[in-house]
């Protein structure tokens, strides 16, 4: 097989000297240059699969090398060599495309394992959004633009932040960056960070040494380490106290972690997603999240789009998941009226995607014969104006409080201002007889 070619820019002999042993034994063959000229040049002459750049060049900054990089008909992996403990140089360079940075003084090892990771990406397939189009559904303009950005930040190890409302399809995409990443052969370790109690997080996160603390019987690996050489997603991060942030962040910066009770760091070697429904700048402003955290972690923003803003995907979305939860009743699929579909239509989906499985499910409960009407989709009463509430939160457990909430007001005025007679307050409330009964029993209103 044709050995791999690196091309290794840097204005000091003595480190191109290094890189290059470095390399050499790894099998690799390699190039050097001294400056972003003899760079690019090099770069128009020769097929290369990996570049190594330092930051401050004779001719200019390796910003600019990382730049004229991303300008080729096929992009190759560049990381970036900084200074130690410039952060915010590594974190530009990776806004800019760079696939991942390395401090001086270097760390071989973790240069080694820079180095391989890059390489499986050389070598993996340029295109995988036909594959993700039928995992994250939808033909509207903004999911194909974010299939094509899932397609991009595979090809990087910068850390994403996924913004986006409950139930969207945050976990999802953070699942798909992994798959089409180099690092897909490994694990994808998700954490739900609000579900943690405080006093384990330490723990859970880094692991713990035997005896370190009371009911410590064992050692035990964290989530850091549970993901070793894959992905992890944190999300809610939201919901991290401060105290752990800051490691968190030290973890993050240094690529590396210390298990409770542990007196030596161990090296790391994960991708980082996380993910919230809430609004992390505010939560900066108001000093609940660490604004040094925020930059590291909001490397690339990736926003998750609302089922709201996204109404021609429904008609899809439906059928997808009404074929899903068919499947394993061996059922025919029901398809929806038109009434129903333009009921779907109509309404705002406060719960997202989630909400929109939870509707059909539901409804295929209850409806009868070939096709879903739109009583047998059981849409919460009164809920036009969810979106403009102040004081609404998206929270799954207040989501669904909050929709019974509104239904049971619904249905009690409309039995109270028509005496009790069932038929007539299904009229009012635009419900069949049937469904009205349902949603009586449901929420226990005699």
């Known amino acids: 097989m044709k050995k791999p070619l690196a091309l290794i820019v840097d204005d000091e002999p003595d480190i191109r000297e290094l890189l290059a042993i470095t390399l050499n034994r790894m099998n690799i063959q390699t190039?050097?240059?001294?400056?972003?000229?003899?760079?690019?040049?090099?770069?128009?002459?020769?097929?290369?699969?990996?570049?190594?750049?330092?930051?401050?060049?004779?001719?200019?900054?390796?910003?600019?090398l990382v730049g004229f990089i991303q300008t080729l008909s096929v992009p190759i992996p560049v990381a970036v060599?900084?200074?130690?403990?410039?952060?915010?140089?590594?974190?530009?360079?990776?806004?800019?495309?760079?696939?991942d940075f390395v401090s001086k003084p270097v760390d071989l090892p973790a240069l080694r394992?820079?180095?391989?990771?890059?390489?499986?990406?050389?070598?993996a397939s340029p295109t995988k959004e036909r594959r993700?189009?039928?995992?994250?559904?939808?033909d509207s303009f903004i999911m194909r633009e974010i299939r094509a950005k899932i397609n991009k930040l595979a090809r990087s190890q910068a850390p994403v932040y996924i913004s986006g409302e409950s139930g969207s399809g945050k976990e999802l995409v953070a699942r798909l960056i992994h798959q089409h990443s180099s690092r897909s052969d490994h694990a994808f370790v998700a954490i739900n960070c609000g579900a943690i109690p405080q006093e384990l997080m330490e723990s859970e996160f880094f692991g713990h040494?035997?005896?370190?603390?009371?009911?410590?019987?064992?050692?035990?690996?964290?989530?850091?380490?549970?993901?070793?050489?894959?992905?992890?997603?944190?999300?809610?991060?939201?919901?991290?106290?401060?105290s752990l942030q800051v490691k968190l962040l030290r973890a993050i910066q240094e690529k590396k972690i210390r298990p409770v009770g542990e007196q030596q760091e161990i090296p790391v070697d994960i991708r980082l997603l996380s993910a919230t429904h809430k609004n992390l700048n505010d939560m900066v402003r108001d000093g609940s999240f660490r604004q040094?955290?925020?930059?590291?972690i909001n490397v690339i923003d990736l926003h998750v789009p609302p089922l709201r803003e996204r109404l021609g995907d429904i008609p899809l979305l439906t059928e997808h998941i009404l074929a899903k939860l068919t499947a394993a009743d061996k059922q025919d699929q029901p398809a929806l009226s038109a009434a129903a579909a333009a009921a779907l239509q109509r309404y705002h989906f406060p719960g997202n995607v989630r909400e929109l499985e939870n509707i059909l499910e539901r409804a295929l409960a209850l409806y009868?014969?070939?096709?879903?009407?739109?009583?047998?989709?059981?849409?919460?009463?009164?809920?036009?104006?969810?979106?403009?509430?102040?004081?609404?939160?998206?929270?799954?457990?207040?989501?669904?409080?909050?929709?019974?909430?509104?239904?049971r007001k619904a249905l009690s005025v409309a039995l109270e201002e028509n005496q009790g007679n069932k038929t007539a307050a299904a009229k009012q409330l635009g419900l069949s007889f049937r469904s009205l009964c349902y949603r009586l029993n449901k929420l226990d209103i005699g």
Request: charged share 25%; aromatic share 6%; glycine share 10%.
């Open 31 to 64: 190039c050097g240059a001294e400056n972003i000229g003899d760079a690019k040049a090099l770069l128009q002459q020769k097929s290369f699969d990996l570049c190594l750049t330092d930051m401050k060049l004779p001719d200019g900054n390796g910003l600019e």
């Open 81 to 99: 060599i900084t200074a130690h403990g410039n952060m915010e140089s590594a974190i530009l360079a990776m806004k800019k495309g760079a696939f």
């Open 113 to 123: 394992l820079l180095v391989n990771n890059a390489l499986k990406l050389s070598a």
């Open 132 to 138: 993700s189009r039928h995992t994250l559904l939808g």
């Open 209 to 242: 040494k035997k005896g370190s603390f009371t009911g410590a019987v064992s050692d035990k690996k964290g989530l850091f380490q549970a993901a070793e050489g894959g992905t992890l997603f944190l999300d809610e991060i939201a919901d991290l106290p401060l």
């Open 292 to 296: 040094d955290l925020y930059y590291r």
């Open 368 to 407: 009868d014969g070939n096709r879903i009407e739109s009583d047998d989709l059981s849409l919460p009463v009164g809920t036009h104006d969810l979106t403009k509430s102040q004081d609404f939160d998206l929270a799954l457990g207040s989501l669904e409080e909050h929709l019974e909430k509104i239904e």
